[in-house]
């Protein structure tokens, strides 16, 4: 940490200038929140689509406009560079603000594998800056507090779980985006690009993972990507959870579900949660058979603020004012990239993946960008790529 990150905030501190690098549709939940904190000024933005750019400056009163970073960066100073770019760009883009001397807030996924992540916060250590990302389903207060009870033991042993994200998205509009379902640029299919939000919350709630068995299947989408994916995950603490990921099941949801030794802890919600979302049920041993309530400390916060953007960013922005490393809501981008890069790694391999498997160095380290070798791929008849029904080889 340098000394002029240490710099307590005073009256007399300028407000920190931000800058946004894509300005599509994230990239206004960024500027929604910036706006709400006076020791921030957004004086820049970056995009190359001119109508883009100039309809997102002009609603929030922008005055730097730029085609790119690289201008952006030579033409003004910044203190903080949000990335809302496609997956595909945040490294070079990263690598390029840090070494501008800005702090980096990127938009999930951090980049497209384990070794450019290393790559990322290896600069970002060298020059003294944070890379925060943005993971944004470990924050509200009721997730803060489950998190709590599941670390101090006082849920029990975790033993099983589930993690699902089943969202819809179709061909015609978010498919037809260019850099979507593609390896090269967005690095991966909904497994990357939308569970990965579930399986942050999950690996945040249950910690280290130890090993991954999983498929990835095209079955519906046009797609390079995988449109589905399955996974058992096996946790450092032994607890066993299955993850189903799908961007094809129309009646939407998130779910998260962790049965321990005392009870279960249950999420459902869409794109947020708030305490409604969340169920405490105790086992019978707890409330021995009878209707009693569970623990008094199980119950959730009445102070209750959702999951989202804006809990993020305010910690985030907390930390980079005062020099404190990143809050445990914006750190550790490493967990759920490695699950991520796990699940692809077994599919393409047909093998579990241990955590070994991805040490610093390995191949398997280097990413998934060149896509899931065993890609199931099911026509419409329900029949495997290179299987016949009959299921003959
Ligand atoms: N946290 C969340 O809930 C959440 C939700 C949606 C998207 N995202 C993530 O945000 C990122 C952007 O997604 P989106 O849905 O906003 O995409 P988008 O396509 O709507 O916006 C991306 C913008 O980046 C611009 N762009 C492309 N190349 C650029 C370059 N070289 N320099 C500057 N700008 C460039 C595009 O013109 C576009 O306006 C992705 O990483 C995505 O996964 C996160």
Known sequence: MTDEQATPVTATTP????????????AHAHQQVLATDPGVVTVAVADPNPQVRDTFADRYGIDGRY??????????PVDVVH??????????????????????????PPV????????????????????AVVFQQRTGTAVGHVQRLLADGELGRPLVGVCHTLWYRRQEDYYAVPWRGKWATEGGGPLLGLGIHQLDLLAFLL??????DARAFRLARDVETEDTSTAVVRFANGAVVS???????????????????????????????????????PAPLVTGGTPEPAPASWTLPAD??????????RAVYEALRTGAPLPPVAADPH????????????????????????????????????????????????VVAGERPDGGA
Do not use: M, N
């Not at 407000?15 to 994230?26: H, N």
């Not at 910690?207 to 991954?212: I, Q």
């Open 243 to 281: 993850v189903l990921t799908t961007s094809l099941s129309p009646r939407q949801t998130s779910y998260v579900r962790v049965d321990t030794t005392l009870g279960t802890v249950e999420v459902e919600h869409l794109y947020g949660h708030d305490a409604r979302s969340w169920r405490l049920t």
């Open 304 to 313: 209750d603020e959702p999951s989202g953007h804006t809990p993020l960013l």
């Open 112 to 131: 497209l594998s384990l070794a450019d992540l290393d790559a990322v916060l290896d600069v970002a250590e060298e020059v003294g800056r944070q890379y």
């Open 335 to 382: 967990r759920s990239l490695e699950l991520v890069t796990a699940i692809y790694a077994s599919a393409s391999l047909g093998r579990p993946v241990t955590k070994a498997d991805l040490a610093p160095g390995s191949a398997l380290r280097d990413g998934f960008l060149h896509g899931v070798e065993d890609l199931r791929d099911v026509d419409a008849q329900g």
């Open 15 to 26: 407000p920190l200038r931000v800058a946004i690098v894509g300005t599509g549709a994230i």
């Open 207 to 212: 910690g280290e993972w130890a090993e991954v």
């Open 83 to 108: 990335l809302c770019t496609p997956p595909g760009l945040h490294r070079e883009q990263a690598v390029a603000a840090l070494r501008a001397g800005a702090h980096v807030v990127c938009e999930k």
């Open 67 to 76: 085609d790119t970073l690289a201008d952006l960066l030579a033409a003004q």
